[in-house]
């Protein structure tokens, strides 16, 4: 099955810089990359998601690329703001059904005033 | 409401109990999935059911687990004989369609087995 990587598990940043947050994938006919973030009480929400036939997204702040050669993806939120402060999921689509997502660990991302 | 409910929030039980967690989807959506969340961890993919049928049970860890969805929107996930293993945060999600696409999840409900 489908295994995702994601590095690192914790993330601190000062208020306006930038985050970046890295997944691997291992297998080669997965599709469907989304971004979902979660904060604490709550279930994840997507921010962002990209699929295998583009190779860059970007929504305002934040931006993912996708190597598929190398089979990982990224995601990068600019100009971070207190309220990014959450734990950030990557997840890949299992191939043999595409509602079938495989999580990574997490990356608890703290933004600092 | 406009999102996905899920009852109870939090349930705390004796080991070897059976529970009955419920989940409310957002109107209209016709798929439905369970995730399972444990400290620390991302998702895990129990089940997805696409309108009354469970189109892949795949996820379901052993025959303790099973889910119901009678008639397409609201579902069941029932634990028998529950272990302190169990103990996570089984979340809920629904979504228009088969095809990818975003998944709105619940805010989860909390099982804690003694």
């Known amino acids: 099955g489908e295994n995702v990587e994601q590095h690192p598990s914790t993330l601190s940043v000062q208020e306006g810089d930038s985050a970046v947050i890295k997944c691997t994938y291992s297998?080669?006919?997965?599709?469907?990359f989304p971004w979902y973030k979660q904060e604490l009480g709550k279930g994840p929400q997507l921010i962002i998601d990209?699929?295998?036939?583009?190779g860059e997204k970007k929504d305002q702040r934040i931006a993912v690329t996708l190597n598929k050669t190398a089979k990982h993806f990224s995601l990068h939120i600019t100009e971070t703001q207190p309220e990014d402060s959450a734990v950030y999921f990557c997840?890949?689509?299992?191939?043999?059904?595409?509602?079938?997502?495989?999580f990574g660990k997490g990356t608890k991302l703290s933004v600092i005033p | 409401g406009a999102g996905v409910s899920q009852t109870p929030s939090n349930k705390v039980t004796e080991k070897g109990k059976y529970v009955e967690l419920r989940c409310d989807p957002i109107?209209?959506?016709?798929?439905l999935y369970w995730y399972r969340q444990s400290l620390g961890q991302g998702p895990e993919f129990l089940i997805y059911?696409?309108?009354?049928?469970?189109?892949?049970d795949s996820g379901l860890p052993n025959d303790r687990f099973f889910a119901v969805r009678p008639e397409g929107s609201v579902s069941t996930l029932k634990i028998q004989r529950t272990e302190r293993g169990d103990s996570a945060v089984y979340l809920c999600?629904?979504?228009?369609?088969?095809?990818?696409?975003?998944?709105?999840f619940g805010e989860g409900s909390r099982l804690t087995v003694l």
């Open positions: 109107s209209g959506h016709t798929a």
């Open positions: 997840a890949a689509s299992s191939g043999a059904g595409s509602y079938q997502l495989t």
């Open positions: 059911f696409q309108g009354t049928g469970a189109a892949d």
């Open positions: 990209i699929r295998s036939n583009v």
């Open positions: 999600a629904s979504s228009w369609g088969t095809a990818t696409g975003e998944l709105f």
């Open positions: 297998d080669s006919a997965s599709n469907y």
